[in-house]
């Protein structure tokens, strides 16, 4: 089988510097474009349902040996940060984009530097977020934004009103909080397991340890708490004991080559439920192949996020997955140029709440509510702080 690559959450080097051929797989920030020429901009990544414009979760740099057209390679996701937009329709709150380049980069001229720095782009860029910049400040006409919800973050958040017209200000601006946090994302192979499990033999351990934590949530919340049988979501108890091998991983990485049905590899599945089907991940509608699995983002990556994870409608997911076209083919326009993006399927999975039975996660959630108010609280400790769980 196929070796899955774990990505995992770091903070980048200081005065970290990259090029095309030091290619960073990241989380959050501004993207880092393959294409200096062409940008995404805010109608690519519009959400559906609030009409704000998306931002970056995540992007990997994956090179591919075929086709030409391909051996540069990026991968980009975005999200609405919104998740009462997720709650109503999730489909139209995240987006995957692929942009591929030729090792012989058309654009690049002899003239040109040999190692392009990254943030150098020939496309103005959005002062807030990186996207396509269409629209310059009036006053300035210094800086560009991708659209006017932008600018006006800029002109208050960004404090861009008490430095328009002023041309020492920094044209690409800082770190915006309408971003996620900006983290670089390090690989390794997944480990082997130690031990080989039956899945029927788990799923009856388990059963009987959900058993006993229903019984101490449920004395903990209602000492006459209404017994029911616990029910098991086979995917969950698989997907939570794959990852015990590397419980901080953020990203599971399975791109392979797809002459060889041996090496695929299946998603890690957060739930019996929600599962795609073949409708639900259409053939390429450029060069009519499969679409095929390529990465799934995991739950632990909404620990880097910086958002409050106990509010109602937080941004919330089991997994993420991207499935992509499998032979990276490579469009072109009416005019016959290469087309710079080509929008992917996303799939999103919930934890199912038949995980644990639904009276248990209910018994567990206000047991976890009544720990949270005791320690809002509860005077603070001398000596120490408090351990703070997602």
């Known amino acids: 089988m196929a070796a899955v690559q774990l990505g995992f959450a770091e903070p980048f080097e200081k005065d970290a510097v990259f090029t095309i051929d030091e290619f960073p797989n990241k989380i959050g920030g501004k993207p880092l474009w393959l294409n200096p020429d062409h940008l995404l901009t805010a109608a690519d990544v519009t959400c559906g349902i609030c009409g704000k414009v998306m931002v970056l979760l995540t992007q990997f740099y994956t090179p591919e040996d075929d086709p030409p057209e391909a051996f540069h390679r990026t991968m980009y996701v975005f999200v609405c940060r919104d998740g009462k937009c997720h709650s109503q329709n999730w489909k139209q ?85 309408l971003l996620f946090p900006e983290s670089e994302l390090v690989s390794e192979n997944e480990p082997e397991a130690p031990v080989v499990y039956d899945i029927e033999t788990v799923a009856a351990q388990l059963q009987e340890q959900l058993k006993v934590n229903e019984q101490v949530a449920a004395s903990m919340v209602e000492d006459d708490a209404e017994e029911t049988e616990v029910e098991v979501d086979k995917a969950f108890l698989k997907f939570q004991k794959r990852i015990e091998r590397e419980p901080e991983q953020v990203v599971r990485y399975a791109r392979v080559a797809y002459d060889d049905d041996s090496t695929k590899v299946e998603p890690l599945w957060a739930s019996d439920s929600g599962v795609p089907q073949p409708s639900d991940v259409p053939a390429c509608p450029h060069c009519g192949k499969d679409r095929t699995f390529e990465f799934q983002i995991m739950p632990q990556l909404l620990t880097h996020l910086k958002i409050d994870h106990f509010a109602r409608d937080a941004l919330d997911w089991g997994t993420i997955l991207v499935y992509s076209c499998s032979s990276n083919c490579q469009p072109t326009d009416d005019a016959g140029q290469p087309l710079p993006y080509m929008q992917e399927v996303v799939w999103r999975q919930l934890f199912s709440e038949q995980g644990m039975g639904d009276s248990a996660k209910k018994a567990l959630e206000e047991a976890r509510a009544r720990e949270i108010l005791q320690r809002q609280t509860a005077p603070a400790v001398e000596g120490g702080a408090a351990h703070e769980a997602r």
Do not use: M
């Open 93 to 177: 709150c995240i987006k995957a984009f692929r942009s591929q380049l030729p090792e012989d980069i058309p654009h690049v001229d002899a003239s040109s530097p040999p190692e392009r720095l990254l943030t150098d782009t020939r496309a103005p860029q959005c002062r807030v977020c990186g996207l396509l910049g269409s629209k310059v400040c009036s006053r300035c006409k210094l800086v560009q934004y991708c659209s006017r919800e932008h600018q006006l973050d800029d002109w208050t958040q960004g404090k861009h009103k008490q430095h328009c017209s002023n041309s020492a200000e920094p044209h690409f601006g800082g770190a915006s909080a």
